[in-house]
């Protein structure tokens, strides 16, 4: 038995490292990025045996390489950043381009050109922003953490960015749709909304419970991504899963230098106009047009730098969102003539009824013309039994909504059960915390390991039934989920 639970031990240790050392290809294949390229001379003839470098200053990452017989070289499997490339020859000035920007899954192209002249002597360039994807046919847009922070996200959903692409019908806009039934909210090139995939650093991130666009289980915010990519169409095998959009995220690791920030975003009601519905019943029952309340602050925080210099370094991130607000709720309750023991019903023959006082339990009510008013006593009559009302259960229960008197004819009877409309309050808190760690396994970062977590702890109280009461429905979300992954490059 012993020997057994050894071996399980031993097998359940080989999976570990297997699964670690396999973050080596899934991390190749999604949320990095690659550089290719050709070296030249002056007269267009290619130049082998270049020594190519290539840094990332912020993390004090350095990629080598070497330019091939045909002065090709290829970078692969970089971490998505701003890089510094230099090109070196025995014969030709030093060529540096400096800010070249490589994106997710956006393979990048930088080729360069040598001068004749002294290894002393550098030829600088300043690079374009965004470097070409050359090297596939793949179409989509790839987002910088500048892009990201600067776009207005009412709700501070990131993803949300894919409804700025060509080729995607956004509804999640429009309260007249409803997204757990329409296919249009967020589909892209005529695939179904639950069609696109997301990942963050690689990892799978989708609500497949409910399959919305653009949404994902684990908390993304603005200030934790670094950048993302989102591919309309012709993905390679290594992003396609589904026939919509592939959205790939890469999260925000700490760098050489400290860095943080902060943030609050406040919106009340002074500035929101009334419901139409809620007027009208306001209108009916003479109350004050008093628009319902409508009450969101986001806030939050993050913080990124070294542990140890050049070596080991984190980042965090917590954002917090308070809504608090009054929606537009109706109900049906009894009227004050239910209330009071009389029945109301519409006659077949509306001139045989034409309406008039009918006694109650307690007072008289009026009885329009077309309808017929049964009494107590005609009640207690026609019982078999001769009970007639329960006096002791149901007519209590009746006149407990006394406090709520019809203002919306646009439900019930109009009789027996009219309409309450009323502003239902609605809770809605959202905490989310992220982390990431990064630690260099070598000095240039050859063999990184990394270490990034999300939890989200978001409760929503609904609206209650009436007035005062307790939310009919509450839920929350506790989605976590983390990542450990080894890079080898």
């Known amino acids: 038995m012993l020997r057994q639970i050894r071996g399980l031990f031993g097998l359940c240790i080989i999976v570990l490292v297997v699964s670690l050392v396999g973050q080596k290809v899934a991390s190749a294949q999604t949320g990095t990025t690659s550089l290719r390229g050709t070296i030249t001379d002056k007269s267009g003839a290619t130049v082998a045996g270049a020594k190519i470098t290539l840094t990332n200053t912020a993390q004090a990452l350095e990629r080598n390489s070497e330019s091939g017989n045909n002065g090709e070289y290829e970078i692969l499997a970089l971490p998505p950043g701003t890089y510094h490339l230099t090109v070196e020859k025995d014969g030709f000035r030093k060529a540096e381009q400096s800010n070249l920007r490589l994106l997710v899954n956006s393979p990048g192209t930088a080729n360069v050109t040598l001068e004749v002249g002294s290894a002393v002597q550098t030829v600088e360039v300043k690079a374009q922003e965004q470097t070409l994807n050359t090297s596939d046919a793949s179409l989509g847009v790839a987002f910088s953490d500048r892009q990201v922070k600067e776009l207005p996200l009412e709700a501070g959903n990131v993803p949300e960015l894919l409804s700025l692409q060509a080729g995607v019908a956004y509804t999640g806009n429009r309260s007249d749709i409803n997204k757990d039934t329409d296919t249009r909210n967020g589909a892209v090139n005529g ?95 003479g109350a004050p047009n008093t628009p319902p309340k409508l009450i969101r602050n986001n806030f939050g925080a993050f913080l990124g730098g070294p542990i140890k210099k050049d070596r080991l370094f984190f980042f965090v991130d917590y954002e917090g969102h308070r809504q608090r607000e009054a929606q537009s709720v109706v109900r049906i309750v009894p009227s004050a003539a239910m209330q009071d023991g009389v029945i109301q019903y519409a006659c077949a023959d509306s001139t045989q009824c034409p309406g008039g006082a009918v006694q109650g339990l307690a007072a008289s009510h009026n009885v329009p013309a077309g309808y017929f008013g049964l009494t107590p006593g005609d009640i207690k ?98 989605s976590k989920g983390f990542r450990l992954g080894i890079r080898r490059y």
């Open 381 to 478: 009559a026609m019982d078999p039994q001769g009970i007639g009302i329960s006096t002791n259960v149901v007519l209590p229960y009746l006149q407990s909504f006394a406090p709520f008197q019809p203002n919306d004819n646009s439900v019930g009877d109009g009789v027996n059960f009219v309409g309450f409309r009323f502003k239902g309050p609605v809770a809605i808190s959202t905490n989310w915390y992220i982390a990431r760690a990064d630690y260099k396994l070598t000095a240039n970062g050859n063999h990184t390991i990394f270490w990034r977590g999300g939890l989200r702890n978001d409760p929503e109280a609904g609206v209650p039934y009436l007035p005062n009461g307790a939310p009919e429905i509450t839920q929350v979300n506790y």
């Open 191 to 285: 695939a179904r909304s639950d069609q696109s995939n997301i990942t963050l650093d690689g990892v799978d991130v989708n609500t497949d419970t409910k399959g919305y666009a653009f949404t994902a289980v684990l908390p993304i915010t603005q200030d934790s991504i670094q950048e993302f990519r989102v591919t309309t169409s012709n993905y390679n095998a290594d992003q396609g899963r589904s026939s919509g959009a592939q959205v790939s995220f890469v999260s925000r690791s700490g760098t050489s230098q400290f860095h943080g920030g902060f943030f609050e975003t406040h919106r009340n009601t002074a500035t929101s106009a009334n419901d139409y519905f809620i007027k009208q019943a306001e209108l009916q029952s």
